[in-house]
């Protein structure tokens, strides 16, 4: 191996490696957290509340309403959400009621590699175990089966680094 071209191959992995990374001071890193004067960061724990976000389904059948549980949907860490599922005139479901999360990228051609739980607290959905393990454009759905018919409702999440 000549000696250009090993100094081509390490310039061009040194490139590569630096791409994953936000410059110093670049403001995708976060304020630093603010000290209470102890020197001790404060309100760590303090829960993001993100606003709900409302969907019809396909044939306007249900409004699913929905809101990440923490803060903005992480990527490649398990995160949940909740789900507020009521008929066209916002009446909650009343009966037997399936509801399905998934989430896909159409431009990758994959999905998820989990399948998350869904369970049902009073007259919301609480879906766990969520990962969605790349950034980029994920296309949510919500599956709802109510006396025998499937309606879907499906939405865009972008997710970032």
Request: aromatic share 4%; net charge negative.
């Amino acid at each position: 191996m000549s000696i250009r071209f090993a100094s081509i191959l390490v310039l061009l992995l040194l490139l590569i490696a630096a791409c994953d990374r936000p410059p110093a001071g670049d403001a995708s890193s976060g304020p630093a957290p603010e000290s209470d004067g102890s020197g001790d960061p404060v309100n760590e724990d303090v829960e993001v509340v993100v606003a709900w976000e409302d969907v019809v389904s396909g044939d306007g059948r249900w409004r699913v309403a929905w809101r990440p549980v923490g803060g903005p949907l992480p990527v490649s860490e398990p995160c949940m959400i909740d789900l507020r599922i009521t008929d066209a005139d916002g009446q909650p479901l009343v009966g037997r009621v399936e509801v399905v999360f998934d989430a896909e990228m159409p431009h990758h051609g994959h999905g998820m590699n989990v399948e998350p739980r869904v369970t049902r607290e009073g007259d919301d959905w609480l879906v766990e175990g969520i990962l969605l393990h790349m950034p980029g454009r994920w296309e949510a759905s919500v599956d709802v089966e109510l006396d025998g018919e499937i309606e879907r409702a499906q939405w865009t999440l972008d997710i970032e680094r």
